[in-house]
């Protein structure tokens, strides 16, 4: 599982005009799923990014995470961070997740984010989407389950 998770002031995610999902302070998460993730992967990742310190304590220092500033998570399905540009021009996306698999831990990433109490909003799985944002910082992290970077 991968994401790139952006620390926003605001974001949302609108589907042929139409406004799906929006949030204030918090993350942005754009979420590939691969097509050999588990369980462990989805916990590993659930728990790594609702707990990530990148949020300023009293003395302006990144201590506090999601969590300790009640901030939400808009969370955005993101096949493509799994293609391979190595070889070609044209990435090959063989890594990424097939549709049902990837739905099915997209939905239980959203939900054991909303089970540990942040507020989760989200785009229309498979759809056409334009993000906005407003990058807080601009802070912009990668995670990888399978610690890549």
């Not at 790594?48 to 901030?71: C, P, Q, W, Y």
Request: net charge neutral; hydrophobic share 40%; charged share 20%.
């Amino acid at each position: 599982m991968r994401a790139v998770i952006q620390r926003v002031s605001s974001a949302s995610v609108s589907v042929n005009g139409e406004k799906v999902g929006s949030i204030a302070a918090g993350f942005l998460v754009l979420l590939g799923i691969h097509k050999d993730d588990t369980e462990q992967d989805l916990r590993w990742l659930v728990d790594k990014t609702i707990h990530l310190r990148v949020f300023e304590d009293a003395e302006g220092k990144m201590n506090h995470s999601l969590l300790d500033t009640g901030g939400a998570m808009l969370v955005v399905s993101q096949f493509t961070l799994y293609g391979d540009c190595r070889k070609g021009r044209r990435p090959s996306w063989s890594q990424a997740a097939p549709p049902e698999l990837a739905r099915t831990l997209y939905e239980q990433f959203c939900g054991q984010v909303r089970a540990a109490g942040v507020t989760v909003a989200t785009g229309r799985f498979q759809a056409m989407m334009e993000v906005s944002l407003v990058n807080d910082g601009p802070v912009t992290l990668l995670l990888d389950s399978n610690k890549i970077f």
